[in-house]
């Protein structure tokens, strides 16, 4: 076998004469499968960068949620039904039905779970809100 028919990846591939119609036709689909490829990475990119976003938002809101019902004294968390020591897991349950219900994040606020309105009575936020089921 003769050497010259041998193609290593590190030689320059033989020398080809092309007219400049040809050279600009794989130009431009060179620019544009570059492109294409530009884009691909950045729709990548884009969706790493929203599921970050969306993580930080709900450990937030579960923070706030916490929080708000630790506030609540032991007589209003007895009316409530739940106990101090369960509330990260009622608000994580409550967190867990809405993204599986797939329901927009603040379509029960914390307030209408913590502040019941008495019995037949309509609160203000049931008006806009209304009740969780159970």
Do not use: I, N, V
């Given at each position: 076998m003769k050497p010259e028919l041998i193609q290593s990846p590190y030689?320059?591939?033989?020398?080809v004469d092309?007219?400049?119609a040809?050279?600009?036709?794989?130009?431009?689909?060179a620019h544009r499968l570059r492109a294409l490829e530009f884009n691909r990475v950045l729709k990548i990119a884009a969706r790493?960068?929203?599921a970050l976003y969306r993580r930080f938002k709900q450990a937030r809101e579960r923070r706030v949620a916490i929080a708000e019902l630790r506030r609540l004294d032991e007589r209003t968390l007895k009316d409530i039904g739940i106990e101090r020591s369960e509330i990260p897991l009622i608000v994580e349950q409550l967190l867990k039905r809405r993204e599986?219900?797939?329901e927009p994040q603040r379509a029960y606020p914390l307030r209408a779970l913590v502040a019941?309105?008495?019995r037949g009575a309509v609160a203000e936020d049931d008006q806009?809100?209304?009740?969780?089921a159970a």
């Open positions: 030689r320059a591939p033989p020398a092309l007219s400049t040809e050279l600009d036709l794989h130009l431009r689909r790493g960068f929203k599986a219900d797939g019941p309105a008495a806009c809100c209304p009740p969780l």
